[in-house]
């Protein structure tokens, strides 16, 4: 049996912030995923922003930021272009290689003091107690051995649908209407006007998804789609249709394919209880309206492991100790993800002449210094019934 004050579960980017806060914190960290290759293979268009690298103390590596973006292109359905770029956009981003950078940061967990077992998979988790206390045994498949771990506390970072956390009654099943089916092409011989820019191509099919070229280089770029799951059609034929029919894309060549579910219904209903904690996917921490979850999922990550090293230090694994995780979380991320569910479901609602109509109104327009009111005024001229539609998220935002 090994003892540790933390087990972590899933070293993809949220559990590797949460092992390496946790370890920074002063705690013994064990963190286990069940690939031989942490970051392979990846599921992502690998798309991040400067200030949420900020936030995670994190300095952008050359070796993983490969692309430094400028802003992006919004496409309506018939074509017309909204772009907004370093004229406009106070922010930044880059695309990463998630393959180098999951690596990175999991290393990263290791410098602070995290011992890191790859190829072990988390098999069945019971909860006992001691005269010191509560803690979980965890039987974990160890190349082809079984072995147990004791942790006092544990970290579920397991990705879409966390079977740990459903393991532990909580409920981490995500609606299929909420499930975003992803697929992508990484390509090669791609021909966009501006390779700095991403490209979002927006349309009702999607049923609240969206297309989008990611580039990563002179003439390389990840194109994809994330449609929801409930739609008739699979999305692999909605993006060989995409790109027969972009012409940037025509003579573009997939070099990778990569397949992956996205939860983007908002966070699951608990992310934390006596001796545990959910982050990253497993927790419902990602964007509604892009897909995001590195950034999100990270500070998740980062949140969870402060707490538990604070909750080690203190001795109480209690769900009244580690509720300040949860607390900590809204506040970091200042509720945004409730607040991106709603914008997410008027942008669901839309039809491919609502996005025409937006995007066509917005094109031209001096958007970085248009005030509340300008925009509510210029949804009213749109149409009344869009600006009604807007209403609910207009009070939100403004
Ligand atoms: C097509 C697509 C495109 C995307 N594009 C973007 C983007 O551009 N930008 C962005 O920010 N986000 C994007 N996302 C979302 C992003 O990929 C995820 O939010 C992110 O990977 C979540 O990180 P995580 O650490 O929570 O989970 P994961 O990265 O899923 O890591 C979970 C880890 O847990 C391990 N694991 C699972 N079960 C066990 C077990 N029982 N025992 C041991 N190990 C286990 C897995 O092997 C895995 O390594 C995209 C998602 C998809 C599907």
Same mark, same amino acid.
């Given at each position: 049996?090994?003892?540790? &004050?933390?087990?972590?579960?899933?070293?993809?980017?949220?559990?590797?912030? /949460?092992?390496?806060?946790? /370890?920074?914190?002063? $705690?013994?960290?064990?963190?286990?995923?069940? =690939?031989?290759?942490?970051?392979?293979? #990846?599921?992502?268009?690998?798309?991040?922003?400067?200030?949420?690298?900020?936030?995670?103390?994190?300095?952008?590596?050359?070796?993983?930021?490969?692309?430094?973006?400028?802003?992006?292109?919004?496409?309506?359905?018939?074509?017309?272009?909204?772009?907004?770029?370093?004229?406009?956009?106070?922010?930044?981003?880059?695309?990463? @290689?998630?393959?180098?950078?999951?690596?990175?940061? $999991?290393?990263?967990?290791?410098?602070?003091? +995290?011992?890191?077992?790859?190829?072990?998979?988390?098999?069945?988790?019971?909860?006992?107690?001691?005269? =010191?206390?509560?803690?979980?045994?965890?039987?974990?498949?160890?190349?082809?051995?079984?072995?147990?771990?004791?942790? *006092?506390?544990?970290?579920?970072?397991?990705?879409?649908? *966390?079977?740990?956390?459903?393991?532990?009654?909580?409920?981490?099943?995500?609606?299929? =209407?909420?499930?975003?089916?992803?697929?992508?092409?990484?390509?090669?011989?791609?021909? %966009?006007?501006?390779? &700095?820019?991403?490209?979002?191509?927006?349309? +009702?099919?999607?049923?609240?998804?969206?297309?989008?070229?990611?580039?990563?280089?002179?003439?390389?770029?990840?194109?994809?789609?994330?449609? *929801?799951?409930? %739609?008739?059609?699979?999305?692999?034929?909605?993006?060989?249709?995409?790109?027969?029919?972009?012409?940037?894309?025509?003579?573009?060549?997939?070099?990778? !394919?990569?397949?992956?579910?996205?939860?983007?219904?908002?966070?699951?209903?608990?992310?934390?209880?006596?001796?545990?904690?959910?982050?990253?996917?497993?927790?419902?921490?990602?964007?509604?309206?892009?897909?995001?979850?590195?950034? !999100?999922?990270?500070?998740?990550?980062?949140?969870?492991?402060?707490? /538990?090293? #604070?909750?080690?230090?203190? =001795?109480?694994?209690?769900? @009244?100790?580690?509720? @300040?995780? &949860?607390?900590?979380?809204?506040?970091?991320?200042?509720?945004?993800?409730?607040?991106?569910?709603?914008?997410?479901?008027?942008?669901?609602?839309?039809?491919?002449?609502?996005?025409?109509?937006?995007?066509?109104?917005?094109?031209?327009?001096?958007?970085?210094?248009?005030?509340? #009111? &300008?925009?509510?005024? !210029?949804?009213?001229?749109?149409?009344?019934?869009?600006?009604?539609?807007?209403?609910?998220?207009? #009070?939100?935002?403004?």
């Amino acid at each position: 049996m090994i003892e540790t &004050d933390v087990l972590v579960i899933g070293a993809g980017p949220a559990g590797s912030a /949460a092992s390496k806060h946790a /370890a920074l914190g002063g $705690a013994d960290v064990i963190l286990i995923d069940k =690939k031989s290759e942490i970051g392979t293979p #990846k599921r992502c268009a690998e798309g991040i922003y400067d200030h949420g690298l900020k936030w995670l103390g994190i300095e952008p590596d050359p070796q993983w930021a490969v692309q430094r973006i400028n802003g992006g292109t919004i496409i309506a359905p018939d074509g017309t272009r909204l772009t907004l770029d370093e004229t406009i956009l106070p922010e930044r981003g880059y695309i990463i @290689e998630r393959k180098v950078f999951d690596k990175y940061m $999991a290393m990263d967990a290791a410098r602070a003091g +995290a011992k890191i077992m790859v190829k072990t998979i988390a098999k069945s988790i019971m909860r006992d107690e001691d005269d =010191k206390g509560s803690f979980f045994i965890v039987d974990c498949e160890h190349m082809g051995e079984i072995i147990e771990i004791k942790a *006092s506390i544990l970290i579920a970072a397991d990705g879409p649908e *966390s079977r740990i956390a459903k393991a532990l009654g909580i409920n981490s099943t995500t609606n299929p =209407k909420d499930m975003m089916s992803g697929v992508q092409y990484e390509m090669v011989g791609v021909n %966009c006007e501006r390779m &700095d820019l991403i490209e979002l191509h927006i349309g +009702a099919f999607t049923d609240g998804g969206y297309a989008w070229i990611f580039p990563k280089g002179d003439d390389i770029a990840n194109v994809g789609i994330g449609i *929801s799951s409930t %739609c008739k059609k699979p999305a692999i034929d909605f993006l060989n249709d995409f790109i027969d029919s972009y012409p940037p894309l025509n003579n573009a060549k997939a070099v990778e !394919l990569n397949v992956g579910g996205d939860p983007i219904g908002g966070l699951i209903e608990r992310i934390y209880d006596d001796n545990f904690l959910v982050c990253g996917d497993a927790a419902g921490q990602v964007d509604p309206i892009t897909g995001g979850g590195i950034i !999100l999922g990270m500070l998740g990550g980062m949140t969870a492991g402060q707490v /538990a090293a #604070k909750a080690i230090k203190d =001795k109480d694994y209690s769900k @009244e100790r580690l509720k @300040e995780y &949860d607390i900590l979380y809204d506040k970091h991320t200042q509720g945004a993800i409730p607040k991106l569910k709603i914008a997410h479901e008027v942008y669901r609602s839309l039809e491919d002449d609502d996005f025409n109509k937006i995007i066509q109104a917005f094109a031209g327009l001096d958007i970085q210094n248009m005030k509340p #009111k &300008d925009i509510i005024k !210029l949804f009213l001229k749109i149409s009344p019934r869009l600006a009604l539609k807007f209403s609910k998220l207009f #009070k939100i935002l403004f």
